[in-house]
């Protein structure tokens, strides 16, 4: 083999395809389909590292679509540091436009692309993150095969305007159905309105789950340090581009790996900062399925011990009032971090993708702007993080703090006798189907009083675990002024929602779940000092439901993967990865290289 390019000590392992002499059949075959579209044979024997370019962005995935412009900046860094580039494309995964849910490709693209890094001449990788789940499927990728590898975000989308407003991605959403529910707007109005929201190219540009995502990615160190925030279409995203095409062929001579970056520390720190930052719930689904893959230790109790004090910091939609543009301003997640780090709240030598510790990166970040983001001493909101419920109900599901209205705690939390608990009549929907076609029956008698519960919505059952938790009430009590009732489900909701529900129940009703059991009328008991979310139902009524109970909530698959990833998934405190997936840890290192393809 030729000299290895760096100070790398082991071998890169694009050599044993590219340039094996013990085996040159294999070599002849490797390289020759390689040069047939114009890379040379010195190129590709030349000890340089060949460094691959995950690519989301297509015109499928418009959130991630100005990544097909990025490549070639980040190429251009590659080319400069002395690598040789080689996109590929990876499985789309759109967050709003695949039915029924991208929850239900995450794990998909994650198998590809575990395939696709394992199984070609891949040294380093650049990952290109954006849009909610391709940030967690990448990552989780990376941490399976253990390669080099370095995140970059396509930036978020501009800020939204309708008549002198910030119109938030998303956010607008759940904010013109109302309006529409209440007559004061029209169809036409309604998509007027939240078109406003989309104006550039980019992700969501609310605290939805492609910010909180993009931002984790930064906070764990994967991506460079000021990089998450930077909106898609600025100068300023090409440069870094640029630079992380640059940083990932020092990384890949350094050998500096996933496994040096993901610590348990690393996550404490996102944990931390996805407090701060108002993040999505999204976010412990997503960061627990990363850290499985990597073998670190982290489960939901870690979110409340380390997340649930921290305070809001970060002033955005759906919790705030600003958008990705005021973000990067006001100095993004070094800004945030900074803060944390003076206070002592971060791990801070936790290694990051250049080499530096988050310390050492973050060293005076300031902010730049202190109504964007608040300092540690005047917060948005005290104790942001995200609480984990238990009881009868489920064994854990979360809620999100920092999204408890006024009104909301108004009506439910501030009862004299019986402060930060609330009890109501259970109103059962069995999927976002049900809900739609009876929600505004009057006759129903929902009031609010009621407790609005959603079933059938989890990694099984949906299948993927859809968004369809934050329920808006019926038309007539949101005219009565009432704009949130308690919800509780085993589905997930939309980051960019601002509804303080109880979701993310495990285990979901599909596999007997205590949300099986539960009828509509039941009385349910919240109580956030306890932490406890109960059916006031005896166990004897209980255990006969139990019996009883024979009714399948798992619908028929529609497509071979969903009857695949029904089989294979897990349940969301443990991350909804294929159980069966986790063994399989830097393989990269662990199983050496695949076998010969002839
Ligand atoms: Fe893709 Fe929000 S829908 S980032
Ligand atoms: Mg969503």
Same mark, same amino acid.
């Given at each position: 083999? #030729?000299?290895?390019?760096?100070?790398?000590?082991?071998?890169?392992?694009?050599?044993?395809?590219?340039?094996?002499?013990?085996?040159?059949?294999?070599?002849?075959?490797?390289?020759?389909?390689?040069?047939?579209?114009?890379?040379?044979?010195?190129?590709?024997?030349?000890?340089?590292?060949?460094?691959?370019?995950?690519?989301?962005?297509?015109?499928?995935?418009?959130?991630?679509?100005?990544?097909?412009?990025?490549?070639?900046?980040?190429?251009?860094?590659?080319?400069?540091?002395?690598?040789?580039?080689?996109?590929?494309?990876?499985?789309?995964?759109?967050?709003?436009?695949?039915?029924?849910?991208?929850?239900?490709?995450?794990?998909?693209?994650?198998?590809?692309?575990?395939?696709?890094?394992?199984?070609?001449?891949?040294?380093?990788?650049?990952?290109?993150?954006?849009?909610?789940?391709?940030?967690?499927?990448?990552?989780?990728?990376?941490?399976?095969?253990?390669?080099?590898?370095?995140?970059?975000?396509?930036?978020?989308?501009?800020?939204?305007?309708?008549?002198?407003?910030?119109?938030?991605?998303? #956010?607008?959403?759940?904010?013109?159905?109302?309006?529409?529910?209440?007559?004061?707007?029209?169809?036409?109005?309604?998509?007027?309105?939240?078109?406003?929201?989309?104006?550039?190219?980019?992700?969501?540009?609310?605290?939805?789950?492609?910010?909180?995502?993009?931002?984790?990615?930064?906070?764990?160190?994967?991506?460079?340090?000021?990089?998450?925030?930077?909106?898609?279409?600025?100068?300023?995203?090409?440069?870094?581009?640029?630079? #992380?095409?640059?940083?990932?062929?020092?990384?890949?001579?350094?050998?500096?790996?996933?496994?040096?970056?993901?610590?348990?520390?690393?996550?404490?720190?996102?944990?931390?900062?996805?407090?701060?930052?108002?993040?999505? #719930?999204?976010?412990?689904?997503?960061?627990?399925?990363?850290?499985?893959?990597?073998?670190?230790?982290?489960?939901?109790?870690?979110?409340?011990?380390?997340?649930?004090?921290?305070?809001?910091?970060?002033?955005?939609?759906?919790?705030?009032?600003?958008?990705?543009?005021?973000?990067?301003?006001?100095?993004?997640?070094?800004?945030?971090?900074?803060?944390?780090?003076?206070?002592?709240?971060?791990?801070?030598?936790?290694?990051?993708?250049?080499?530096?510790?988050?310390?050492?990166?973050?060293?005076?970040?300031?902010?730049?702007?202190?109504?964007?983001?608040?300092?540690?001493?005047?917060?948005?909101?005290?104790?942001?993080?995200?609480?984990?419920?238990?009881?009868?109900?489920?064994?854990?599901?979360?809620?999100?703090?920092?999204?408890?209205?006024?009104?909301?705690?108004?009506?439910?939390?501030?009862?004299?006798?019986?402060?930060?608990?609330?009890?109501?009549?259970?109103?059962?929907?069995?999927?976002?189907?049900?809900?739609?076609?009876?929600?505004?029956?009057?006759?129903?008698?929902?009031?609010?009083?009621?407790?609005?519960?959603?079933?059938?919505?989890?990694?099984?059952?949906?299948?993927?675990?859809?968004?369809?938790?934050?329920?808006?009430?019926?038309?007539?009590?949101?005219?009565?002024?009432?704009?949130?009732?308690?919800?509780?489900?085993?589905?997930?909701?939309?980051?960019?929602?601002?509804?303080?529900?109880?979701?993310?129940?495990?285990?979901?009703?599909?596999?007997?779940?205590?949300?099986?059991?539960?009828?509509?009328?039941?009385?349910?008991?919240?109580?956030?000092?306890?932490?406890?979310?109960?059916?006031?139902?005896?166990?004897?009524?209980?255990?006969?439901?139990?019996?009883?109970?024979?009714?399948?909530?798992?619908?028929?698959?529609?497509?071979?993967?969903?009857?695949?990833?029904?089989?294979?998934?897990?349940?969301?405190?443990?991350?909804?990865?294929?159980?069966?997936?986790?063994?399989?840890?830097?393989?990269?290192?662990?199983?050496?290289?695949?076998?010969?393809?002839?």
């Amino acid at each position: 083999m #030729t000299e290895e390019a760096g100070t790398r000590r082991t071998p890169l392992r694009s050599r044993a395809w590219f340039d094996n002499p013990d085996n040159p059949d294999m070599t002849a075959l490797y390289v020759e389909r390689y040069l047939n579209f114009g890379l040379s044979l010195e190129e590709l024997q030349s000890g340089k590292p060949i460094i691959g370019i995950a690519q989301t962005g297509s015109d499928l995935s418009p959130c991630n679509r100005h990544h097909l412009e990025l490549a070639k900046r980040v190429r251009e860094g590659i080319r400069d540091a002395g690598g040789i580039a080689i996109e590929f494309p990876t499985h789309p995964i759109q967050e709003t436009g695949k039915r029924p849910t991208a929850g239900l490709d995450r794990n998909l693209a994650y198998l590809s692309l575990v395939e696709t890094l394992y199984g070609y001449p891949i040294d380093g990788v650049v990952l290109t993150i954006g849009c909610d789940k391709t940030t967690p499927a990448c990552l989780m990728a990376a941490a399976t095969v253990n390669i080099p590898a370095i995140a970059l975000s396509v930036g978020p989308m501009l800020n939204g305007w309708f008549k002198g407003e910030r119109t938030g991605s998303g #956010t607008i959403v759940w904010k013109a159905r109302e309006m529409l529910a209440a007559g004061e707007i029209d169809y036409k109005g309604f998509i007027q309105l939240v078109a406003s929201s989309a104006p550039s190219t980019g992700w969501c540009n609310t605290m939805g789950t492609a910010t909180t995502m993009n931002a984790m990615a930064e906070a764990l160190g994967m991506s460079l340090p000021g990089s998450a925030a930077i909106p898609a279409p600025y100068r300023d995203r090409a440069e870094c581009a640029y630079r #992380t095409g640059l940083q990932i062929v020092e990384m890949t001579l350094a050998d500096r790996k996933p496994s040096d970056v993901l610590t348990r520390e690393a996550f404490l720190n996102a944990i931390r900062v996805n407090s701060a930052i108002g993040g999505s #719930t999204n976010a412990p689904i997503h960061l627990n399925a990363i850290a499985r893959h990597i073998g670190v230790e982290l489960t939901l109790e870690d979110w409340e011990s380390y997340g649930a004090d921290v305070p809001l910091l970060v002033n955005l939609q759906p919790a705030g009032k600003y958008l990705g543009e005021d973000f990067y301003r006001a100095g993004g997640v070094p800004a945030v971090m900074g803060e944390l780090y003076r206070a002592g709240l971060l791990h801070n030598d936790a290694l990051t993708v250049n080499g530096r510790t988050i310390g050492e990166n973050i060293g005076t970040a300031e902010i730049e702007d202190g109504d964007v983001i608040r300092p540690l001493a005047t917060p948005l909101r005290p104790a942001a993080g995200l609480t984990v419920l238990s009881g009868n109900l489920f064994d854990n599901a979360v809620m999100k703090l920092s999204v408890i209205s006024d009104e909301f705690r108004a009506r439910y939390l501030s009862n004299p006798d019986d402060p930060g608990a609330f009890e109501g009549t259970a109103f059962v929907f069995d999927g976002p189907e049900d809900y739609h076609h009876r929600i505004d029956d009057p006759s129903l008698g929902i009031d609010e009083n009621s407790i609005l519960i959603m079933r059938g919505a989890g990694p099984v059952g949906y299948p993927g675990g859809a968004e369809v938790v934050n329920m808006r009430p019926p038309v007539a009590l949101i005219q009565a002024g009432v704009h949130a009732l308690p919800c509780l489900g085993d589905g997930r909701q939309s980051g960019t929602s601002g509804s303080p529900s109880i979701l993310n129940a495990a285990p979901e009703a599909a596999v007997g779940g205590g949300l099986a059991l539960v009828r509509t009328g039941d009385r349910i008991r919240i109580d956030l000092n306890t932490r406890s979310a109960n059916m006031l139902v005896s166990d004897e009524e209980l255990a006969q439901r139990r019996a009883a109970l024979g009714i399948d909530y798992v619908p028929e698959s529609q497509t071979p993967w969903q009857e695949i990833h029904r089989g294979l998934v897990g349940q969301f405190d443990g991350g909804a990865v294929f159980e069966s997936a986790v063994k399989y840890q830097r393989i990269a290192q662990s199983k050496g290289l695949p076998r010969d393809s002839h």
